[in-house]
């Protein structure tokens, strides 16, 4: 039998008795979180979202609500009142921190009863992922849950902390706008007043944000939902949340301190970590060559050696027709792991072919010399390859000879994934660092043209201008990324803000006048209004949360968040709607290929 609260007023949170509360008299209210009948006594574990509270009902000193106790279950809603008191002694639970106390009830009323759930309410228990999305609001109970979402709310409180301390003001721009080519598929949304044309839901506010630097704003965040209807996996989502900020009259180098101060900000708030100051840098070329990635994990060593000059006109021919043909061949040591078996090895070699490599060389350091399929390759070379990649017996060297930087790319997969098989990841840490001077463009072969690397809003270094109707693949650009723990957290860069540059770009990537002017007209005539010099960075706020959460899957820190089919199993979404509706779009839905 259910009750109202009948003018009950809740005291405290479950989560907040003390020691010093002993003897007050308290009103409690939350989920039954565990039953335990102890035949007389009955104690149940009552939990709301600041933590646990034990309570105990006597038989012999409160029977009434002894009696209502007994017919309570797993994640019914209840309220009690009764009194503080310290546990009997050797009774106390150390790992609560209610565990001191506990509370003797006198009366309790049943708020709402639960059917038997699909699921426990533990954060121990591993749950099918679907089941789990099925029923979130049963998911967002458990404690776990609860603490990502904590920690969320305080990302967002620092971030606007700070940019608010620093002259920044937040400035919502429009869902509905229109389709331009930023990378990913648009979600597209149906206009009913004119019909035939579409909406596209925004990847990024990046046009809007450039346009109110136009305006004169000169210093711009949101903290914005995002769409992009891309191919899925644990770090994306079809709509995700983005820290998104623009200036005016900062370059690089003015700018990149102040998006510091804020990351600090948010790190130290949240998890009591101190971040470096200033941020380490690499360049785009420099990460690659020692990590293999452009978003190394610098918590951790093992750095890629280069080797072509070892191997140039050498004894084992497959690496020295690599560098006699301009690539090269680099290695890395991983201490400790020469030990894993001949089957583990050849798993190695088939991967790095999997990753796109021509193949992989293993050698095992060994006591008496090296262990490998080509050790007899190896031998004049044995005192350079040992010295210059520091290896003692039983450490493992993986060796790939290929062009640059697929050499560097497969053995950049290895260093992660060897480092977190071996437990050579320190837990608990954070190492932070901005990759700059990124190519401005890159060759698609696929394509037979040129093509950002960012967008195409992203200026060329100044003295690198000349360079774009002439090598345009030596062009950097400015821009930068923030990776923190081997991810990238944000990306950003200067903008074009003179239309002649803009352009000359646009010219580059194959975007006619006509296309430019149907698909950025609004843009290239603000340029021509006074546009000011501005750069703006975008951090993705789930993968920030995540990783300060310890969450290899930014679902984890999102409410209701998309399957990796893009499918939302508690809403049933997306889902089929009336051909009513269709017809007032003027819609029409071809259900096959065939259909077509």
Same mark, same amino acid.
């Given at each position: 039998?259910?009750?109202?609260?009948?003018?009950? *007023?809740?005291?405290?949170?479950?989560?907040?008795?003390?020691?010093?509360?002993?003897?007050?008299?308290?009103?409690?209210?939350?989920?039954?979180?565990?039953?335990?009948?102890?035949?007389?006594?009955?104690?149940?574990?009552?939990?709301?979202?600041?933590?646990?509270?034990?309570?105990?009902?006597?038989?012999?000193?409160?029977?009434?609500?002894? !009696?209502?106790?007994?017919?309570?279950?797993? #994640?019914?809603?209840?309220?009690?009142?009764?009194?503080?008191?310290?546990?009997?002694?050797?009774?106390?639970?150390?790992?609560?921190?209610?565990?001191?106390?506990?509370?003797?009830?006198?009366?309790?009323?049943?708020?709402?009863? $639960?059917?038997?759930?699909?699921?426990?309410?533990?954060?121990?228990?591993?749950?099918?992922?679907?089941?789990?999305?099925?029923?979130?609001?049963?998911?967002?109970?458990?404690?776990?849950?609860?603490?990502?979402?904590?920690?969320?709310?305080? %990302?967002?409180?620092?971030?606007?902390?700070?940019?608010?301390?620093?002259?920044?003001? !937040?400035?919502?721009?429009? &869902?509905?706008?229109?389709?331009?080519?930023?990378?990913?598929?648009?979600?597209?949304?149906?206009?009913?007043?004119?019909?035939?044309?579409?909406?596209?839901?925004?990847?990024?506010? /990046?046009?809007? =944000?450039?346009?109110?630097?136009?305006?004169?704003? #000169?210093?711009?965040?949101?903290?914005?939902?995002?769409?992009?209807?891309?191919?899925?996996?644990?770090?994306?989502?079809?709509?995700?949340? *983005?820290?998104?900020? #623009?200036?005016?009259?900062?370059?690089?180098?003015? &700018?990149?301190?102040?998006? #510091?101060?804020?990351?600090?900000?948010? %790190?130290?708030?949240?998890?009591?970590?101190?971040?470096?100051?200033?941020?380490?840098?690499?360049?785009?070329?420099?990460?690659?060559?020692?990590?293999? $990635?452009? =978003?190394?994990?610098?918590?951790?060593?093992?750095?890629?050696?280069?080797?072509?000059?070892?191997?140039?006109?050498?004894?084992?021919?497959?690496?020295? *027709?690599?560098?006699?043909?301009?690539?090269?061949?680099?290695?890395?040591?991983?201490?400790?792991?020469?030990?894993?078996?001949?089957?583990?090895?050849?798993?190695?070699?088939?991967?790095?072919?999997?990753?796109?490599?021509?193949?992989?060389?293993?050698?095992?350091?060994?006591?008496?010399?090296?262990?490998?399929?080509?050790?007899?390759?190896?031998?004049?070379?044995?005192?350079?390859?040992?010295?210059?990649?520091?290896?003692?017996?039983?450490?493992?060297?993986?060796?790939?000879?290929?062009?640059?930087?697929?050499?560097?790319?497969?053995?950049?997969?290895?260093?992660?994934?060897?480092? *977190?098989?071996?437990?050579?990841?320190?837990?608990?840490?954070?190492?932070?660092?901005?990759?700059?001077?990124?190519?401005?463009?890159?060759?698609?072969?696929? !394509?037979?043209?040129?093509?950002?690397?960012?967008?195409? &809003?992203?200026?060329?270094?100044?003295?690198?201008?000349?360079?774009?109707?002439?090598?345009?693949?030596?062009?950097?650009?400015?821009?930068?990324?923030?990776?923190?723990?081997?991810?990238?957290?944000?990306?950003?860069?200067?903008?074009?803000? /003179?239309?002649?540059?803009?352009?000359?770009?646009?010219?580059?990537?194959?975007?006619? =006048?006509?296309?430019?002017?149907?698909?950025?007209?609004?843009?290239?005539?603000?340029?021509? &209004?006074?546009?000011?010099?501005?750069?703006?960075?975008?951090?993705? @706020?789930?993968?920030?949360?995540?990783?300060?959460?310890?969450?290899?899957?930014?679902?984890?820190?999102?409410?209701?968040? =998309?399957? /990796?089919?893009?499918?939302?199993?508690?809403?049933?979404?997306?889902?089929?709607?009336?051909?009513?509706? @269709?017809?007032?779009?003027?819609?029409?839905?071809?259900?096959?290929?065939?259909?077509?």
């Amino acid at each position: 039998m259910t009750e109202g609260l009948g003018g009950w *007023q809740r005291s405290h949170p479950c989560g907040a008795l003390r020691a010093g509360d002993a003897g007050a008299p308290v009103t409690l209210m939350g989920w039954v979180h565990r039953r335990r009948d102890h035949g007389g006594l009955i104690f149940v574990d009552l939990r709301d979202r600041s933590g646990l509270a034990q309570c105990v009902f006597d038989e012999a000193t409160g029977r009434s609500a002894y !009696e209502r106790a007994q017919a309570v279950r797993g #994640e019914f809603v209840v309220a009690v009142r009764g009194v503080v008191a310290r546990r009997p002694a050797g009774t106390e639970n150390a790992k609560l921190p209610t565990g001191e106390v506990e509370v003797h009830v006198r009366a309790m009323k049943v708020l709402n009863e $639960s059917r038997p759930l699909p699921f426990p309410i533990e954060d121990t228990v591993d749950v099918d992922e679907l089941t789990r999305l099925q029923h979130r609001y049963l998911d967002l109970r458990r404690p776990s849950m609860y603490r990502n979402f904590a920690i969320r709310d305080a %990302v967002y409180q620092a971030v606007r902390d700070y940019l608010h301390g620093h002259g920044f003001l !937040e400035v919502e721009t429009p &869902f509905l706008t229109r389709s331009t080519p930023e990378g990913a598929r648009d979600f597209l949304v149906p206009s009913r007043l004119s019909r035939g044309s579409f909406y596209a839901l925004p990847q990024s506010p /990046q046009l809007f =944000k450039q346009l109110l630097m136009v305006a004169g704003f #000169e210093r711009y965040f949101q903290i914005v939902r995002c769409f992009r209807d891309e191919d899925l996996r644990k770090d994306r989502q079809p709509e995700f949340t *983005q820290i998104d900020v #623009e200036t005016s009259f900062l370059d690089r180098d003015d &700018f990149l301190p102040l998006m #510091e101060g804020m990351v600090r900000e948010v %790190v130290g708030r949240v998890r009591g970590i101190e971040l470096p100051q200033p941020f380490p840098r690499l360049t785009y070329a420099e990460a690659l060559d020692r990590y293999g $990635s452009d =978003k190394p994990d610098l918590r951790f060593g093992l750095p890629l050696i280069d080797l072509t000059d070892l191997f140039r006109g050498g004894e084992f021919q497959a690496f020295a *027709q690599v560098a006699a043909t301009g690539g090269a061949v680099k290695a890395l040591r991983v201490p400790g792991a020469g030990g894993i078996s001949r089957k583990e090895a050849d798993d190695l070699v088939a991967t790095a072919k999997a990753l796109g490599g021509r193949g992989l060389v293993w050698v095992k350091v060994a006591g008496e010399g090296l262990q490998s399929p080509v050790a007899r390759f190896l031998e004049s070379i044995r005192p350079a390859l040992l010295d210059r990649l520091g290896a003692v017996a039983g450490d493992l060297l993986l060796l790939v000879g290929d062009a640059m930087p697929t050499a560097a790319t497969v053995l950049g997969r290895f260093r992660v994934d060897l480092a *977190q098989r071996h437990g050579l990841i320190p837990a608990d840490q954070h190492a932070v660092l901005w990759v700059v001077d990124f190519p401005l463009v890159e060759w698609s072969p696929e !394509e037979r043209r040129w093509q950002a690397m960012h967008h195409p &809003f992203t200026a060329p270094r100044d003295e690198d201008v000349a360079l774009l109707e002439t090598d345009p693949g030596a062009v950097k650009a400015k821009a930068y990324d923030l990776v923190l723990s081997g991810q990238e957290v944000g990306g950003g860069s200067v903008r074009i803000h /003179q239309q002649s540059i803009q352009q000359k770009v646009f010219d580059l990537l194959g975007i006619t =006048k006509d296309e430019a002017r149907a698909k950025f007209g609004f843009l290239l005539d603000a340029l021509e &209004f006074g546009a000011p010099p501005m750069c703006g960075v975008a951090f993705g @706020l789930d993968r920030l949360v995540a990783i300060l959460a310890g969450e290899e899957s930014i679902r984890e820190v999102i409410a209701f968040p =998309k399957t /990796q089919k893009g499918t939302d199993p508690m809403m049933e979404a997306p889902a089929p709607v009336s051909a009513a509706q @269709l017809r007032e779009l003027g819609i029409v839905v071809i259900d096959s290929e065939k259909d077509s």
